[in-house]
């Protein structure tokens, strides 16, 4: 389940795939009837879940035929696929393709004005000239997930307010338990992009990623990624995570936080159910909100998963766009994963207990100004540092382990806080 990343390269495929989008055969206001084909990541529930969505959706359109398509490695595939027409009826939007290029691979599923009041997560996410192109499978906190077993053999029964203290904290499971205080998914690489997923939470702030994209020192002390980045560090660097991160293993990892051999994970809200399923008790899992308290409360950003878009060059788009809003609107996958719902209507999932009775407070960023939508991470991407790819924060990883070389004698155990911000600095610059 993988959100985020991409590197120049394939910006710049997608960029040269920029004048190959389709027309508007089929159109959306054809009949409902005909086989569409969905592309999906979840190759785990694709023939048992799904299949029940599908006899739900047929059964209330006759004449209508689903075709799943299961992908495991769905960020590389479908991007090659890209480079075609053929990339399904209904695709989830992958995370490399930036917000200017929407238009070229997506149809419009209707305005911001006009889905905002009804859907959450239109009003920022996958949209172009106020037009939205995607509608999330499901919604997500930020924050980590645990076993809150393994946290009160340690003796923490509240949720950490600082840095300082979630340091603290770990190094008491260390000390009286034999559990891994943190870990870090670092072979996988996807795992640790979810870091930037704290982006406003730190802050508290909506805008957050606005001045992102205009500050030409994001990496000082005190502002948001000298913050996350610094925990990363400060927990890998002080052995806090397990002995050797090259060997980790994500489908493994389930099982141990599950059994209390792993104490925390720094995962969206997806992941609860996940590791709920694999735990020996359900209600050890619980999930903590980011140890930071701007104006005296824990934050957390929502923001949505993937989005179910439909491909421009669809020939049923009307089955298609049919499918979506089943999906969106009848489908209970969002509930069914622990998932905060698109649907405004439907209230946080009980997954989120834990968030609620800190006195979280939940909310989603800032629309961009027009014109800068994506504009931060283009930034980051020109300028090689993608700070939604896992490989950014592998180096950071990598550094706290002591795999730096040293420059003229400087200690470099901090080296992307000052190389990447100065990077970024000259972007913003030029």
Known sequence: MKKYGIAGTALALLLAL??????????????????????????????????????KFEAKYPGTSVKFEAITDYEGEVRIRMNTKEYGDVLLIPNSVTDDLLSTFFEPLGTVDELKDKYRFVR?????????YGL?????????????????????????????EFLAALTAIKDKTDAIPLYTNYKDGWPLSQWESFRGVVSGDPDAAIKLAKDDAPWAPGKEHHVIDSLLFDIVQQGLTEPDPTTTNWEQSKGMIGTGKVA??????WSIVQMQDAATNKADIGYLPFPMQPNGKFHTVMAGDYKNAININSKNKATAR?????????????????????????????????????????????????????????????????????????????????????????????????????????????
């Open 136 to 164: 999330a499978l499901t919604g997500n906190a930020q924050g980590f997930v645990y076993n809150k077993k393994v946290w009160q053999q340690a003796g923490i029964t509240a949720p950490p307010k600082t840095p300082a």
């Open 322 to 430: 049919a499918w979506i809003d089943w999906f969106t609107d009848e489908s209970n996958y969002a509930v069914d994963q622990g998932g905060i719902s698109a649907l405004v209507s439907q209230p946080m999932p009980s997954t989120l207990a834990d968030l609620t009775a800190a006195n979280t407070e939940f909310i989603e960023l800032s629309p961009p100004p027009k014109g800068e939508e994506g504009l931060a991470d283009k930034i980051g991407n020109a300028a090689e540092i993608a700070l939604n790819d896992g490989k950014y924060r592998q180096r950071i990883v990598d550094a706290a382990r002591g795999g730096e070389e040293r420059d003229q004698g400087r200690d470099l155990r901090r080296p992307q806080q000052e190389v990447v911000g100065r990077q970024i600095q000259d972007q913003v610059s030029g």
């Open 124 to 132: 920022n996410e996958k949209i172009l000239d106020g037009k939205v």
């Open 18 to 55: 920029a004048g190959c989008g389709g027309d508007d055969e089929g159109g959306t206001d054809g009949a409902i009837s005909g086989e569409i084909t969905v592309l999906t990541q979840r190759t785990d529930i694709v023939n048992t879940v799904f299949q029940d969505y599908k006899k």
């Open 264 to 269: 925390t994970m720094m995962l969206g809200s």
